[in-house]
Structure formats: structure tokens, C-alpha cells
């Protein structure tokens, strides 16, 4: 592939719901562009973003993955991006490549969650972008339905410039109500439309639309609309200098028609990727930081080289792979550019232009171009690679925590050795998953955006590293706590043969507020236990609380105040009075009203609004309360506070509840009192364990 001058360059991102054909159109795309592809789908495998084992054995797109088309003597960088909630991160980190987006909307489904949730991600981004109704060769499919679907939620601005001809399987062809021509597709799927006149049935459509088209380009142009004033009407060529400037200025989003599986309008999509989206240097600079001050760099070929990262792939077999967009500058093979991040060194061997899996070398790629390269050494997605005479970091995109967690064991040691190298290197690809050991809990947590999302890393970890791990849910760290105060003596006294053990202490609990943690004070006046056993009270207090008292869980949220004692000039020790301390603490745990804490969850549920009856219910059933709730569009927002024990399995239930319409995301919010029925359950499931653990080493 040739190199391409950055005015000739368009960085298009696929964006839409789950299952609206985003990768069958990228396949469409290519196939016209006479690209080496084929048409199909991605539970069919073989297409060139579609390459994934997961992907074709889940039947739907984890990942961004990156192609190339050449029309009209321009680059088209494809970014064909994951549709359903869980990858959803994924699209937005990718959408920092892009420089517009089309928004693919299924011609029977019409505008769905994540279409929302990816109209949002590219207002962020303040991307230009049409819609993209596709599909609309398949049964109850209607083009109407779904223009007005599409209108409800993004409004009036959302404009067709075409219509179809025919519907459902009869579906053959795209009315360009611009141009007032016709395209024609033969069942071949080749993508060339033979232009025509407009049937006789679709004038009169094909009038009103175009009359349409033209009073919104007018609105917005003073001298357009003066124009269609004086006349009546607007001459092709201003109608289309006005949509090229209106879809750039994000007053107009057009809406076009399309069958990514017959091949249906690709040609003209592409044409109006060319014509009307920018190219990367009309989307103005990139702004970032140098030295802490603000800065930016121009998109263009003459200022320094700096390049960001917004994907990384872990192959197996290549080693880091590593998307990029060139910001500014012209990045050359072989060429050394220093991440901003770490201050490192990174020698950019064998660039190149990406097809799916596949990276083709090129000398250079120019300022606003999309490449790949393999084998950096420490650069990661959210990094910035740039000439040290222009170092500036740009910022990495935000994603939010993930929403669920589960524990994660290897099945065998040899596994287990393996294990942590293995996952962090997935880490590496998917910025959005989280890998730790819990504290408390002592167990190794993998979280991601739901279920689907960490079997897919287990099923990866299996394929890639050949690391068996088990996933089992994880245990709930509660906490335990007072509600009383309480003024003990704890006295440990042993003699035998020679020296004894002497030690004395009265000590006083209280309760702190939540999140108070553990206060210790001295109080000890006239000497009654000397200063140098102090600590040793507060260390066996420590090391008590640790252990729990009802069910074995840690205490806090307590102040413990030692105020007297006495000791014994040859007897006493650290020691003794750490046991002497102990003592004192159990015996005021028994006093100060122990209770069972538990960690209560911030959730956000996003859903249809129908539902939002069914959700509360729910929620309410689960021992939440709802803190808020909010629409939006179509879609209503809950907000509520859930204990953790009753979120593990939400995901299952949520899909059940809503047919996959709906997301949450949650995160801790803080320790609560746990009922006095489930604390009796918790605290007895505990003793019994405990029992059971003492049995097994006897």
C-alpha cells in the first residue's frame, strides 16, 4: 500500500449495538474497495475482522480491530468496534483513533441501548457522524420504523439523504435523494450500483426528502438560506458543499441505507466517507501537557513526531502489539520516538498499515494515519510516543472500574506459576479488566465488565498461555464491629520453674464511626505498667482484632484506651502483657455489643424504561435502596445502595429481567450493619467451617 498525504486520509470508526452488522458492513466495505475479503459475517469466520477464536465461537466482536480501504484515491481506516455493554470499553478507548464515526443501526431493531451508549461515547469525542440503518434486506425489516426510531432519540437532524428501494428480501437498490439518482445492485454482491432514474412509485418520497434535505442544509448557512429564499430550491452542488460543511460542524446527521450481507450501498457509503467526514487535520489540534503546562500539536506533517496509543494486542507469538494514531509529525520506520510516560526509548521497527491481524510495512506514515507495530518494550494503551524536541502527553481516555469480580485459582501448581505472568499480560490488551489480591480475603480477583467478559480471559489464558484457572464467587470480606463501650481487665499470670509471665491491663472499647478504623490511647498515669509495655498492648489488641470475635472477620471502626494495670519487676514482659491484652479483648468484645459489617455496593442500572417497575422490585429484593433515579432518552437510570452478597449473580438476572436491553456498573461504597437474621447465618456458616477446617487437621 502507498503512502497517503494527511488530506487524504479519513480515520472512520463502526460504532453501534451488538449484532447491527458492524463487522459484515467493515467485510462489505473492503469487498468493494477491492480489498483481499470476503463478504460474510462474524459467526462465519474469515473475514478480516473477524480473526479472533472467540469472536467467531461467541458469534460477536470482543474487539477493535483495524482495516483499510482504498477508494477514490483516499485511505479509509476502518475501526470496526464491539457493540454489546461489556466490550462497550473497548469502543471507547478506540474512539481516540478515529476522526468521525458511522453509527449502524439494525433495520428491524432500530436505535437499541448501546447505540445510545455509543452516540454518547462520540459526542465525547466531539466526532462528526452519520447513521448507518443496515440490514434492511432481512425479514420485518422497514426503513420507516427505523428512520423514525432513529429521530425520536437523536432528533430532527438525523436526516435521510437516502431511501430504498424495495424492502425485506426485495430490498435491491438506494435512492440518492440528493443527486436524484438511483442505484441498482445485482445479487452478486459485487457493490456496484448502477445509477438510473428514480422509480416511478418513489418520486414523490424521493421529492419530499430531498426538499427535506435542503431546508436543513439552508438552516444553518446564512447564504444558503437566502439562497433558497430567492429560488425556491438549492442547486446539487451547494446542497452538497453545504452537507460536507454541516455533518463537519455536527449540525446535520445524515442517515443512509444499507445490506451489509448482499452488499447493498457500500459504494455510496464510502463516497460519503470521502466527500463529507474530515480528514484528520480539519478536526484542529491535539491538546496535552508538557513539563505540566498545557500544550498541543497540530495534525500536520511539519511539526514533531508524536504518535498516541489506543489498543494493544497480546499475541502469543508476535509479542505486544500496538495501535496507534500519528498525531503529528511523519513516523518512519526504524525511527526512535521517547514515551512521555516512562521516559523510554522505543525504536518503532517494521510500521505499518493495519488489516485486521495483519500489519503490511510501509516507509512512513504520515501525521493524522492509523499503523500498528510489534515489540515495544514498555508502551501501553494511553501512552504517548514523541520526538524528545516536542514531548507532550496526551490524556488517556477514562474508562470506568469494572462492575463485577470473581476469584480466580489455578487448577495446578505448575498452572499456578504460570498464572500471574500470563494474565498480566492480557492486562496489557484490555485496559478495562483489574487483577488483585484481596487483603482480607486473601483471594486473587479478576474483574471485568460481567461474566461473558472474564470467561472470555479464562478461555484465553487456556488457548494462549495453556494456564487452567477456575472461577468461583468471591468471598465477601465482612468486617465486624461494636455498638458499646465496655471497661475490662485482661491479667496473664503462668509461674514455673525460674522466671514467670506477668501481666496486667485495664483497657476501655469504644465505638468509632464508620470508617474510623482503630484508635489507641494511653491513659496509664503513676507508672502502673511501664511505657515500654504500652506498645506491647496495642500489638496484642491489633493481632486480636484481626481474628474477629463472631465469625472471624476483622475488627474496626474501635478505639481502645489502656488506663491501668500493674506489672511485676521480674516477671512482666512484651510478651505477657500482648497475652495480658488479648485476654482484655475478647473479654470486652463480649461486652461492647459485637456486629456483623458488610460491604454495600454504589450500583447504576441502565435500562428500558418499561422495565424500571420490575428493577426496583427487584431491588428492593435484594435489600437495596434507591438513592436516585433518572431518564434519559428511552432509558431510565436506577441508582441504589445493594449489599455486595446479594450482587453476585446480578448479571444473570439483570439479562433475564430485560432480554440483554440492559447494563449496571457498581463499586464500593462503604460497611453497613448486616440484618440480625443474616448475621446469625453468616456467623453460624463461619463456625461450622471453622469446625470443619479443626476436624481436617486432626
Not at 193 to 220: F, L, N, Q, R, Y
Not at 573 to 584: I, N, Q, V
Not at 587 to 594: L, S
Not at 658 to 681: C, I, N
Amino acid at each position: 500500500m502507498r503512502v497517503y498525504e494527511t488530506n487524504d486520509i479519513r480515520d472512520v470508526a463502526l460504532v453501534g449495538h451488538g449484532h447491527s452488522g458492524k463487522t459484515s458492513l467493515t467485510a462489505a466495505l473492503l469487498y468493494t474497495a477491492g480489498a483481499t475479503a470476503k463478504l460474510g459475517r462474524v459467526d462465519e469466520g474469515g473475514t478480516i475482522t473477524d480473526y479472533d477464536d472467540e469472536e467467531i465461537q461467541r458469534k460477536i466482536t470482543i474487539s477493535t480491530a483495524v482495516a483499510t480501504a482504498e477508494w477514490n484515491k483516499k485511505k479509509i481506516n476502518i475501526l470496526d468496534t464491539p457493540g454489546f455493554n461489556i466490550f462497550i470499553n473497548d469502543t471507547k478507548a478506540s474512539l481516540a483513533g478515529a476522526d468521525s464515526a458511522f453509527v449502524v443501526v439494525d433495520g428491524v431493531a432500530g436505535v437499541e441501548v448501546q447505540t445510545e451508549t455509543v452516540w454518547e461515547f462520540a459526542e465525547e469525542f466531539r466526532l462528526p457522524r452519520a447513521i448507518i440503518i443496515n440490514k434492511l434486506d432481512r425479514e420485518r425489516a422497514s426503513f420507516e420504523r427505523s428512520l423514525e426510531s432513529v429521530q425520536s432519540v437523536f432528533g430532527r437532524t438525523a436526516i435521510p439523504i437516502h431511501l430504498p428501494m424495495g424492502s425485506e428480501r426485495n430490498f435491491k437498490g438506494v435512492v440518492d435523494v440528493i443527486r436524484m439518482r438511483s442505484y441498482t445492485y445485482t445479487p452478486d454482491g459485487n457493490g456496484k450500483g448502477t445509477e438510473g432514474d428514480i422509480p416511478e412509485d418513489m418520486t414523490e418520497a424521493a421529492k419530499s426528502a430531498h426538499e427535506a434535505v435542503i431546508e436543513m442544509v439552508a438552516e444553518g448557512k446564512d447564504e444558503l438560506m437566502e439562497e433558497y429564499f430567492e429560488k425556491g430550491t438549492l442547486p446539487v452542488e451547494h446542497i452538497l458543499e453545504g452537507l460536507h460543511e454541516a455533518v463537519r460542524e455536527h449540525r446535520i446527521y445524515p442517515v443512509l441505507c444499507a445490506s451489509s450481507l448482499h452488499n447493498i450501498g457500500t459504494d455510496l457509503i464510502s463516497n460519503f466517507a470521502v466527500d463529507n467526514f474530515p480528514n484528520p487535520a480539519e478536526r484542529g489540534p491535539w491538546k496535552g501537557s508538557w513539563n505540566g503546562k498545557d500544550a498541543e500539536h497540530l495534525v500536520r506533517d511539519n511539526e514533531p513526531a508524536s504518535i498516541y496509543v489506543f489498543k494493544t494486542l497480546a499475541d502469543p507469538f508476535a509479542g505486544r502489539v500496538t495501535y496507534f494514531k500519528v498525531v503529528s509529525g511523519v513516523v518512519k520506520n526504524d525511527g526512535h520516538l521517547i514515551n512521555a510516560r516512562n521516559s523510554t526509548d522505543e525504536r518503532l521497527a517494521h510500521i505499518g498499515t493495519l488489516s485486521g491481524k495483519t500489519i503490511s510495512p510501509v516507509t512512513e506514515l504520515h501525521a493524522g494515519d492509523i499503523g500498528g507495530v510489534a515489540k515495544l518494550k514498555e508502551t501501553l494503551t494511553g501512552d504517548t510516543l514523541a520526538e524528545r524536541t516536542g514531548l507532550i502527553t496526551y490524556p488517556p481516555v477514562h474508562l470506568p472500574e469494572p462492575s463485577i469480580a470473581y476469584a480466580i485459582s489455578a487448577k495446578t501448581r505448575n498452572d499456578e506459576d504460570r498464572m500471574g505472568n500470563a494474565i498480566h499480560k492480557i492486562l496489557e490488551e484490555d485496559p478495562s479488566l483489574r487483577f488483585y489480591r484481596d487483603p482480607q480475603t486473601k483471594e486473587f480477583l479478576l474483574a471485568g465488565n460481567g461474566q461473558q467478559h472474564v470467561e472470555i480471559i479464562v478461555s484465553r489464558l487456556k488457548k494462549r498461555y495453556n494456564v487452567d484457572v477456575e472461577l468461583h464467587a468471591p468471598k465477601i470480606p465482612y468486617r465486624e464491629t461494636i455498638r458499646g463501650q465496655a471497661e475490662v481487665q485482661g491479667r496473664h499470670k503462668k509461674q514455673t520453674g525460674g522466671h514467670g509471665q506477668f501481666g496486667d491491663c485495664w483497657i476501655r472499647l469504644e465505638p468509632l464511626a464508620r470508617g474510623g478504623k482503630f484508635e489507641f490511647a494511653n491513659e496509664v498515669f503513676g507508672g502502673a505498667v511501664p511505657k515500654n509495655f504500652i506498645p506491647a498492648i496495642e500489638k496484642g489488641i491489633v493481632e486480636t482484632a484481626e481474628r474477629g470475635f463472631l465469625a472471624g472477620y476483622p475488627v474496626v471502626d474501635f478505639k481502645c484506651t489502656v488506663y491501668d494495670g500493674s506489672y511485676h519487676d521480674v516477671d512482666s514482659s512484651e510478651m505477657a502483657f500482648k497475652l495480658a491484652a488479648r485476654k482484655a479483648f475478647k473479654a470486652a468484645m463480649e461486652q461492647a455489643k459485637p456486629a456483623l459489617l458488610e460491604p454495600v455496593m454504589n450500583v447504576e442500572v441502565q435500562a428500558p424504561v418499561e422495565f424500571a417497575g420490575d428493577l426496583m422490585g427487584d431491588m428492593n429484593g435484594r435489600r437495596g435502596r434507591i438513592s436516585g433515579m433518572d431518564t434519559k432518552g428511552g432509558m431510565q437510570i436506577i441508582k441504589a445502595h445493594v449489599p455486595m452478597s446479594e450482587m453476585l449473580n446480578y448479571q444473570n438476572d439483570l439479562i433475564s429481567m430485560t432480554q440483554g436491553r440492559a447494563s449496571f456498573h457498581m463499586q464500593f461504597d462503604h460497611y453497613d450493619y448486616v440484618p440480625g437474621l443474616q448475621a446469625e447465618k453468616i456467623i453460624a456458616a463461619a463456625k461450622s467451617a471453622k469446625t470443619g477446617e479443626e476436624e481436617e487437621e486432626d
